[in-house]
Nanobody, 125 residues
Framework: QVMLVESGSVQAGDSLRLSCAASGATLNIYTMGWFRRREGKEREFVAGIWWRGEMSSYADSVMGRFTVSRDIAKNEAYLEMNSVKPEDTAVYFC????????????????????WGRGTQVTVSS
């Protein structure tokens, strides 16, 4: 079992950094993903990264603004959010998969085996 806990911090200017701390059977993690659910909308993919590789993927809506990364030694994943907009307001979830997802599979929520409870991000205009 893998437990995931999200947290966030405000960086300088209009930047935020979300963290996802993993614990438990972290050796089972091969892909990490970030999803969000905006009010009144379905959950959507934001970004994903291989746990032990360099492959990453982003939703078009965040490409060039958000950066996903991970620190295996700390068992943490991160989502750097720059140039945030009010439409980025959502509950953000991190998720872990027990398989290496292909680029075309990062956005498939059903491919992920473990989920955090989410953290609220509110961007005011």
């Amino acid at each position: 079992q893998v437990m995931l806990v999200e947290s966030g911090s405000v960086q300088a200017g209009d930047s935020l950094r979300l963290s996802c701390a993993a614990s438990g059977a972290t050796l089972n993690i091969y892909t990490m993903g970030w999803f969000r659910r905006r009010e009144g909308k379905e959950r959507e993919f934001v970004a994903g990264i291989w746990w032990r590789g360099e492959m990453s993927s982003y939703a078009d809506s965040v490409m060039g603004r958000f950066t996903v990364s991970r620190d295996i030694a700390k068992n943490e994943a991160y989502l750097e959010m720059n140039s945030v907009k009010p439409e980025d307001t959502a509950v953000y979830f991190c998720a872990a998969a027990r398989s290496i997802l292909s680029r075309g599979s990062f956005d498939r929520a059903y491919e992920y085996d473990y989920w955090g409870r989410g953290t609220q991000v509110t961007v005011s205009s």
